[in-house]
């Protein structure tokens, strides 16, 4: 068995193809970059704004490659031949932004139940509905938390620049194919459209990570199994005569459905979850800047962590005792970390263009005597240096 | 007893022992799709490790997954044809099918029905068309006939029914053939030819639901269902020379469309080749 995009003769093509240095490209194509360098050789998806330049780029680079560029006839199709295509050992991706986000749910929680690895970019744009369908925001916190229905884990990472765009799509890989689940990359329109100068490394530089592959028969018959104590089944991949069964439903083991014995649903739910709480370490990361001493945390992801961080430099400058906490992995929220930092600060600003969504999982961790202040914007356009920087002024 | 019926019949080594018996209802017409399907497999002796059967959600569903002992993929509710779409360009090679519900393929999974014909990728599909949304308790589906009772139009059906095979031909599939559970050796034949042809290949089957459409629209037992089929049954070369009034509440059954259309997954391999040599990306 083998992961299409694994063959040594992939590393010969990209070295040809992508030569390091320095490149100016928009967030979009560093998406679709961080994709091919991580091995990613199907893409199915349906154009929307803003993530059409991922698709874009995918369907000139991936036929160089050798990979698989599909274009369906809507994002529901999209999301299910790429559940089809991973069973088949492929590394795959698909970009789209909140409506079709929304249509990919129902496959989303499919792909959590039966434990395919993907990785799904949303880029997020304002809403609800149509909203300003070319304007960036940050609203889909939560639909990528509950999107889809039923007691689920998801992972969502998300980048904060166009680089690192780049490395968070490869991680997002990495974590992928080692925990055998759907992660998550949201993304947004204002990033997705900057554009940047953005450096392609060797792909020598790359962690790259596969799944784990069934070492006998015994493991194969077992797709839902258990059998390395680490909650993250080998999977035994379509084709390989392994006569694999999978479905939606509630299963065993072997994947045999069984949806009237609560144990059985029980078991298998509690071990989806257990997979991802056992592996923080798989997947858990954020990036800090003056919390040693902090007595004002600034927390803020995505998009607005870059505003943010210029927003703490000059109130540093100004000798406010103020720090940034950034969770580069959103779901799970590093939480053990945020209660820590929260103990020492006397106010928390939570800054993001949205009306409120991360300040919610953020307040979980914080005692009821430290002051807890959203900085919000909506509109389409993000928060400005000047505008957290007043904020920040504001509680010092 | 069930248990000398499974070492006895033949098709028997194609099936997962361990999910029988089937959850269909007596008298269903899913066991004879299933034998049909299992036949047809037996004698184009295609190793069943050579196979990936998908389906949808519904009765006509569990036709194939988990009975069908290969490589079998359960998707959600109308979504089968895309899942198997993805399944297809990563195991070109093989033979990818689907079976699945009329409710299941041609309503909510109308589109992508639609869209794997017209890009012809090699797949075949089999749809057990049964008027009826069986698992469900027996609602109006887009395939009721007119004015037929079922619970959701417990006064008539008013709705006109979806012709699924010619909207599949004319939407560019490259074979498409309807039976009904009464022509047994017909389908079996139909499934051999749609496995064999390199495109998207459908064959429709009329199947008896007598639980949920039968009994409601006065035939409450599987033979009298089957009598209708018959009975109502017009052959394709028959039927164009009819009237559309002629033809009301017929079924028209025989090989729709037969040709030779390029097929999208060769399509796509080719076009990356030429890519891999426009580049100059062959390896040395």
Redesign the interface.
């Known amino acids: 068995m083998i992961i299409r995009g694994d063959e040594p003769e992939q590393v010969r093509l990209i070295r040809k193809l992508y030569k390091p240095g320095n490149y100016f490209m928009q967030g979009n194509e560093a998406v679709a970059y961080g994709a091919i360098f991580a091995g990613c050789r199907f893409y199915a998806g349906y154009p929307i704004t803003p993530s059409s330049e991922i698709a874009e780029t995918m369907a000139r680079e991936l036929p160089k490659l050798g990979g698989y560029y599909l274009q369906m006839e809507d994002e529901i199709g999209s999301i299910a031949a790429m559940v089809g295509a991973s069973w088949t050992g492929f590394k795959v991706m698909t970009a789209t932004a909140g409506p079709g986000f929304s249509l990919m749910q129902e496959n989303l929680g499919y792909a959590v139940m039966t434990e395919t690895p993907l990785v799904l970019v949303d880029v997020q744009r304002s809403g609800p509905s149509t909203g300003q369908a070319t304007k960036g925001a940050q609203g889909d916190f939560f639909q990528a938390r509950w999107g889809t229905h039923g007691d689920h884990p998801i992972i969502a990472v998300s980048p904060t620049s166009g680089q690192d765009a780049f490395w968070e799509t490869i991680r997002a890989f990495n974590i992928a194919e080692k925990l055998r689940t759907p992660v998550v990359v949201l993304f947004d329109g204002v990033l997705a459209h900057t554009r940047e100068q953005i450096r392609i490394p060797d792909i020598e530089e790359v962690e790259i990570a596969y799944r784990k592959l069934p070492q006998n028969e015994e493991e194969a018959k077992l797709p839902f199994g258990d059998p390395h104590g680490d909650g993250v089944p080998p999977m035994p991949l379509f084709g390989h005569g392994y006569f694999t069964h999978v479905t939606g439903s509630t299963h065993k083991e072997n994947g045999l459905r069984d949806v009237y014995t609560p144990e059985v649903h029980d078991r298998l739910v509690r071990r989806i979850h257990r997979k991802i709480e056992q592996n923080r370490e798989v997947y858990e990361k954020y990036e800090e800047h003056f919390t040693e001493d902090a007595e004002i945390l600034v927390v803020s992801w995505g998009v607005t962590a870059r505003p943010a961080l210029g927003a703490v430099l000059k109130a540093r400058k100004e000798g406010i005792n103020v720090g940034l906490f950034v969770p580069k992995t959103v779901h799970p929220f590093p939480s053990e970390r945020m209660r820590e930092l929260a103990k020492k600060a006397r106010a928390i600003l939570v800054a993001e263009m949205n009306l409120g969504q991360m300040i919610i999982e953020v307040e979980r961790y914080v005692n009821d005597d430290v002051l807890l202040r959203g900085v919000n914007r909506i509109g389409g356009v993000p928060l400005t240096v000047e505008e957290i920087l007043r904020e920040i002024r504001g509680v010092a | 007893m069930a248990k000398k019926i499974y070492s006895t019949y033949p098709m028997v080594k194609y099936l ?1 022992k ?2 029988l018996p089937t959850a269909l209802c007596p008298g269903c017409g899913g066991g004879t799709v299933l034998n049909a399907f299992a036949n047809a497999v037996d004698q184009l002796k295609i190793d ?2 050579d196979l ?1 059967v ?1 389906s949808g959600i519904g009765c006509s569903a569990w036709i194939a ?2 009975y069908f ?8 509710h109308g ?1 089968a044809i ?10 070109p090679d ?1 033979k990818v099918v689907v079976i699945s519900g009329d409710g299941d393929l041609a309503s909510i999974g109308g ?2 029905l ?2 794997a014909a017209r890009r012809n990728i090699d797949i075949t599909v089999i749809l057990v068309n049964n008027f009826i949304y069986g698992m469900t308790g027996g609602q109006v589906a887009p395939t009721t006939p007119f004015g037929a009772k079922t619970t959701t139009s417990p006064y008539r059906n008013i709705e006109h029914p979806l012709q699924i095979s010619e909207t599949v031909a004319a939407a560019g599939a490259s074979y498409v053939a309807r039976w009904t559970t009464a022509h047994v050796y017909q389908l079996i034949e139909s499934i051999k030819k749609a496995l064999q042809v390199k495109g998207f290949s459908l064959v429709e089957v009329i199947s008896q639901c007598p639980v949920q459409f039968g009994r409601r629209n006065r035939m409450k037992e599987p033979a009298e269902m089957l009598r209708w089929f018959l009975k109502n049954s017009v052959p394709v070369s028959k039927a164009k020379k009819m009237s559309p009034e002629e033809l009301e509440g017929k079924f028209i059954i025989g090989e729709i469309i037969n040709r030779q259309r390029p097929e999208f997954t060769e399509e ?1 391999n080719k ?2 080749d030429e ?2 040599e426009h ?1 100059g ?1 062959k ?1 040395e």
């Not at chain 2, 002992?69 to 359960?74: F, N």
Request: proline fraction near 5%.
């Open positions: 997962r361990e999910a069943p490790k990936v998908v997954s988990p002992l290969a490589d079998t993929l359960h998707t959600t979504r895309a899942f198997a779409t993805g399944v297809k360009v990563g195991l093989k589109n992508h639609l869209h796509l076009l990356i890519v891999q580049f990306l390896g």
